[in-house]
């Protein structure tokens, strides 16, 4: 079923309305028709299952049903930090981690990124992001879109860190070592200390295609971050995230494990 997530003030009391592109898709291209039904949440606490009632390609009107549970999001809230990728590799960490469960994402700039930042474009590219954001969890079912925050400077993900329960470091070398630790060591290790909360934020850091330095890796370690590989493979900057929220999600019992 069509899942769209609208503005609070679009619920009003016991009907929601669809307006914009959402109203478009519903009529021009699900073909929406009156009695056809769609969920609708606000993303923050609300998801109804609605029943259109009138409709055109400007405005959806639609009577709510019932109030359906927000029980399709992870007790983990991850963040993939993600060392900015060139060309348009950031949208599909962004649509995958999306369907996969990610809480948020906070690109960032390191030393061997290769694409050249541009701040001025950055407004145009968050909106871009948050649209992808957007419509993944509409397709995935989620019940709130994930964050895309402002792309942080190396200095400013330093800080970051700090603010997490839990922050993993994915480095290639890690993965290299004859002791290599993995997500899971670090999870172990880190629900061993009693650090682990009902609901942790954990923040996954991984790096640009040139992959991390190793004064990156000391000063991210030095800040709190706990350096993991994600195997012997070296794995493409685009994939790397996907892999490792893969794996912590895993560890948190939401794919079946733990």
């Known amino acids: 079923m069509q899942r769209y997530f609208i503005a609070a003030e679009q619920f009003d009391g016991s009907s929601v309305r669809l307006i914009g592109e959402d109203a478009f898709h519903a009529v021009r291209v699900m073909r929406m028709k009156p009695e056809e039904k769609f969920i609708a949440s606000d993303g923050i606490s609300r998801v109804v299952l609605a029943a259109v009632r009138e ?15 927000m029980d399709s999001e992870p007790s983990w809230s991850v963040t993939i930090a993600q060392s ?50 957007k419509e993944a969890a509409e397709q995935s079912h989620r019940c709130r879109v994930p964050t895309i925050e402002p792309v942080r400077s190396w200095r400013e993900l330093k800080e970051l860190i700090q603010t997490f329960d839990l922050a993993l470091f994915c480095y290639e070398r890690e993965g290299d070592a004859a002791d290599s630790r993995g997500i899971r060591d670090a999870v172990l290790d880190w629900k061993r200390a009693g650090k682990q909360s009902a609901e942790p934020k954990v923040l996954l850091i991984v790096g640009p295609e040139g992959g991390f330095t190793e004064r990156e890796a000391d000063e991210a370690e030095a800040a709190g971050a706990f350096i993991v590989g994600l195997g012997r493979r070296i794995l493409r900057t685009e994939t790397a995230g996907i892999v490792g929220l893969t794996c912590l999600l895993y560890e948190a019992g939401e794919m079946g494990g733990a």
């Open 55 to 69: 409709a055109d390609s400007s405005e959806v009107v639609a009577d709510i049903v019932e109030e359906l549970p």
């Open 84 to 133: 900015l990728p060139k060309g348009d590799k950031m949208e599909l960490v962004i649509q995958k981690g999306t369907e996969i469960g990610a809480y948020a994402f906070a690109p960032f700039q390191s030393e061997r990124m290769i694409v050249q930042y541009d701040g001025k474009k950055e407004a145009k590219r968050l909106e871009r992001w948050s649209k992808i954001a």
